[in-house]
Structures are given as structure tokens and as C-alpha cells.
């Protein structure tokens, strides 16, 4: 039940661009995106309902296709602020978030 | 407003001792969750409260209890500590209902626990 995500590792110069991507086998209610640093909780970034609804956060944007169960998170124009561990967290229930699962995460390193 | 907190922030148990991990929130948020944190494992939840008086099991509850008397406050209890349990654990809690749509998890900065 556990998202995956691809890829599990990447690293960027300042000012390339990164996708990650998040999967489930599960119908989903929405995908939430959260980003780590190394010794840190991680921090919330955006949510994504059901709907195909595309969300941006300053250079950090994020789609949700229903029909394939799949999120994609986009990082443009990266700073070395972005470095981090990003995981997605899937809802497959209607309401209640009981089936709320984060994926293993992808570790992004941005390099100067 | 302090979020989430939680405590201790580092321990170090003997393999077969009990503790509880302290987890607080003053949002008023009537979902609250615990998690561990192991190395290319990602978060998995132990257990997760939707309420005062109501606790439920997530993917790994084994060895671990909770119960919430009140909307604030979400401690989790090992049992008797095994090496296995070492790891990061994150309290996070979260709105309810119609609000869960615009908001996700607040999360306490973490315990480090270690079982020796």
C-alpha cells in the first residue's frame, strides 16, 4: 500500500530542473508533498485533490493524474535550499485519512 | 502557538525497559498519528488517534500502545524495548473533515531512540 517513488536518488547543479514521480496501486483521494532536511521533521508543501488539479509553490509545482494513481512533483530552476528528502503521502480513503501512506522518498542534492 | 511537540528528543533504552514518547498539539487538531523513520524505509505508521477515545492500528503496531484522553495530547508507549525498535519517531497531527482538504500534517521534531 506504500506509494512508490522514482527516483529513489538525484543530483542537480543550481538552475536544473528535477521531476520525481509518485505511484500508487490504490485509488486515490488526494497526494500530499512533503520535503526533509537531513535532522529535521519533514514540512509540508502541498496538497493535490482528486481532479487533475496542478499546484504550484513558488518554483516547486506539483500534478495528480486520478485515472493512473500518479503524482509528479516539479522543481524548477533549482536552489541549493531545495536539497532534502522529498516523499509523497497518498489517500486512498474518501475522509478520515486512515489510509494515509508515505512513499520511501527520493533524496535530492543540489550541487553548486 | 508551539505546533507540535514532542519529547524526549534523544533516549537511549536497555533492551526489555518501557517508556513513553510525549507527543503534544495545541491546534486543536483531532488527528494525530505516530510514525517511524528507518533508513530507505520512508515513514510508517505505528498507530493514529481520530479522536479523543478513539485509537486505531496503522502498518507497524507491533510492541507499541497509545490512547488519547484528551485532543491534545498523544503518548506512545513501548511495551518492552527490543533492538528493532531503534529508530526516528515523529508524532504529526492534522485537521479533520472538510479542512483536510487545504491542509497536511504538522510534524513534532522527532525522538531518536536507541535500544541497546
Known amino acids: 500500500q506504500q506509494p512508490v517513488q522514482s527516483p529513489q536518488a538525484v543530483i542537480l547543479r543550481e538552475g536544473e530542473d528535477a521531476v520525481i514521480n509518485c505511484s500508487s496501486s490504490?485509488?486515490?483521494?488526494?497526494v500530499h508533498w512533503y520535503r526533509q532536511k537531513h535532522g529535521e521533521a519533514p514540512v509540508f508543501l502541498m496538497i493535490?485533490?482528486?481532479?487533475?488539479e496542478q499546484k504550484g509553490h513558488e518554483k516547486i509545482s506539483a500534478s495528480f493524474n486520478e485515472k493512473k494513481q500518479q503524482s509528479s512533483l516539479y522543481l524548477t530552476a533549482s536552489q541549493l535550499s531545495y536539497s532534502g528528502t522529498y516523499f509523497c503521502?497518498?489517500?486512498?480513503?474518501?475522509?478520515?485519512?486512515?489510509?494515509?501512506?508515505f512513499g520511501t522518498g527520493t533524496s535530492l542534492t543540489v550541487i553548486p | 502557538n508551539a505546533g507540535v511537540t514532542q519529547t524526549p528528543k534523544f533516549q537511549v533504552l536497555k533492551t526489555g525497559q518501557s517508556m513513553t514518547l510525549q507527543c503534544a498539539q495545541d491546534?486543536?487538531?483531532?488527528?494525530m498519528s505516530w510514525y517511524r523513520q528507518d533508513p530507505g524505509m520512508g515513514l510508517r505508521l505505528i498507530h493514529y488517534?481520530?479522536?479523543?477515545?478513539?485509537?486505531d492500528q496503522g502498518e507497524v503496531p507491533n510492541g507499541y500502545n497509545v490512547s488519547r484522553s484528551t485532543t491534545e495530547d498523544f503518548p506512545l508507549r513501548l511495551l518492552s524495548a527490543a533492538p528493532s525498535q531503534t529508530s526516528v519517531y515523529f508524532c504529526?497531527?492534522?485537521?479533520?473533515?472538510?479542512?483536510?482538504?487545504?491542509?497536511?500534517?504538522?510534524f513534532g521534531s522527532g525522538t531518536r531512540l536507541t535500544v541497546v
Open positions: 488517534s481520530v479522536g479523543a477515545g478513539i485509537t
Open positions: 503521502g497518498t489517500d486512498a480513503s474518501s475522509n478520515t485519512g486512515n489510509q494515509f501512506y
Open positions: 490504490k485509488a486515490l483521494y488526494s
Open positions: 491546534m486543536n487538531h483531532e488527528y
Open positions: 504529526a497531527s492534522r485537521v479533520q473533515g472538510g479542512l483536510s482538504n487545504s491542509y497536511g500534517y504538522t
Open positions: 493535490l485533490l482528486k481532479g487533475g
